[in-house]
């Protein structure tokens, strides 16, 4: 199983990003997916979290009304649209994936079976 994460860069406070990430080695379906990020000297921390179908998304809160999960089965890839980024919001961003007959989604890193390699968002003010 692959995860492969891109997307990330250098911009701006107020500029927007979408990250990708792109699976392979597994039946996409039958996953939920997720996005973390760990800022320097931070822990890994939740971002947002989608079901195997699209119809059930959660998000931290602080990015809440920013950012917007998305998945595409078809291309078993799925999305991280970032808005109105800001300084806080610079981390290394992986992509995570956990089988969906466990739960449907997940915030917590302990119930992801798969991980991304990150790809970095720097966020200057």
């Known amino acids: 199983v692959q995860l492969q994460a891109s997307g990330g860069g250098l911009v701006q406070a107020g500029d927007s990003l979408r990250l990708s990430c792109a699976a392979s080695?597994?039946?996409?379906?039958?996953?939920?997916m997720g996005w973390f990020r760990q800022a320097p000297g931070k822990e890994r921390e939740f971002v947002a979290t989608?079901?195997?179908?699209?119809?059930?998304?959660r998000y931290a809160d602080s990015v809440k009304g920013r950012f917007t999960i998305s998945r595409d089965n078809a291309k078993n890839t799925w999305y991280l649209q970032m808005n109105t980024l800001n300084p806080e919001d610079t981390a290394v961003y992986y992509c995570?994936?956990?089988?969906?007959?466990?739960?449907?989604?997940?915030?917590?890193?302990?119930?992801?079976?798969?991980w991304g390699q990150g790809t970095l968002v720097t966020v200057s003010s």
């Open positions: 995570a994936a956990g089988p969906s007959s466990s739960y449907s989604t997940s915030t917590a890193l302990r119930e992801y079976t798969y």
């Open positions: 080695g597994l039946t996409f379906s039958r996953y939920y």
């Open positions: 989608i079901n195997w179908s699209g119809g059930s998304k």
